[in-house]
């Protein structure tokens, strides 16, 4: 028979537990939820500020808003002053603004496909080129942004396993492409040589460029996002929501 004193019957958890519990639950449903909000947010009004100071303000929403209720920026007052208006309508939108850089963003594209824009793009180039600091800094942005936005067939092919940085010792890279040129054969492998990419954590966009022979990479068949989530938690999140110490089965 059991007794209320007895050790082996379980106890109830108490109301704090209970509470701590709730809210720890909680915060791992709204966190994600929360952040990504703020972000999205956060990056929303950047954007804003940083285009409405370029947009001529006749073209602003406020002031197209005051335009067709016929309400002027400024009025004279009793003295024959022309003053601001106090009953002029403020219109902040936020994300007005990044539908304007898009637009703006989209015919800049279309124009720079034409004749017209090609020519013009390649006398200003030419005008870079002669002024030594500016095309330093030119040049580089230039590299990165048609790495990163314009060529989309060189992104990561595959998330892959190294021995760095020494024999024993694993490390998750992302291929990106087959070494060549001088750095191929300056390396003295007579086999492929693979540029790997090895990101550092929390922080994948951070990182130290390694060639390996092809022998010595091992591809995984996870995807290069979930490898990416592998090296942004810390081995916390691995793919398909599987955890490490569960046996396979």
């Known amino acids: 028979m059991n007794t209320p004193f007895d050790p082996q019957q379980p106890r109830r958890p108490g109301l704090f537990s209970r509470l701590r519990a709730s809210f720890l639950t909680g915060i791992v449903v709204i966190a994600p939820v929360g952040l990504t909000i703020w972000l999205i947010w956060t990056v929303i009004g950047w954007v804003d500020g940083f285009v409405w100071p370029l947009v001529p303000t006749v073209w602003q929403p406020d002031s197209i808003v005051n335009y067709f209720v016929g309400n002027p920026r400024f009025i004279e007052n009793d003295a024959g002053l022309r003053i601001a208006n106090p009953d002029w309508i403020n219109v902040n939108v936020r994300g007005v603004g ?20 090609r020519s013009l793009i390649r006398y200003a180039e030419s005008l870079v080129e002669r002024t030594p600091v500016v095309r330093s800094i030119y040049s580089g942005i230039k590299q990165i942004s048609e790495t990163v936005f314009a060529q989309s067939e060189r992104s990561f092919e595959k998330a892959c396993l190294i021995e760095y940085p020494r024999k024993g010792i694993w490390a998750i890279g992302f291929i990106s492409t087959v070494a060549k040129g001088e750095v191929s054969e300056r390396a003295g492998n007579t086999g492929t040589l693979l540029s790997i990419f090895v990101p550092t954590t929390p922080n994948p966009t ?23 989530k592998l090296v942004i938690s810390a081995g916390l999140v691995y793919p398909n929501g599987k955890d490490p110490t569960t046996p396979p089965g």
């Open 98 to 117: 990044v539908i304007v850089f898009l637009l703006f963003t989209i015919f800049i594209g279309w124009v720079a496909k034409g004749f017209i824009g």
């Open 206 to 228: 951070s990182g130290f460029l390694l060639f390996f022979p092809a022998e010595d990479v091992i591809e995984l068949d996870m995807s290069v996002e979930d490898a990416a």
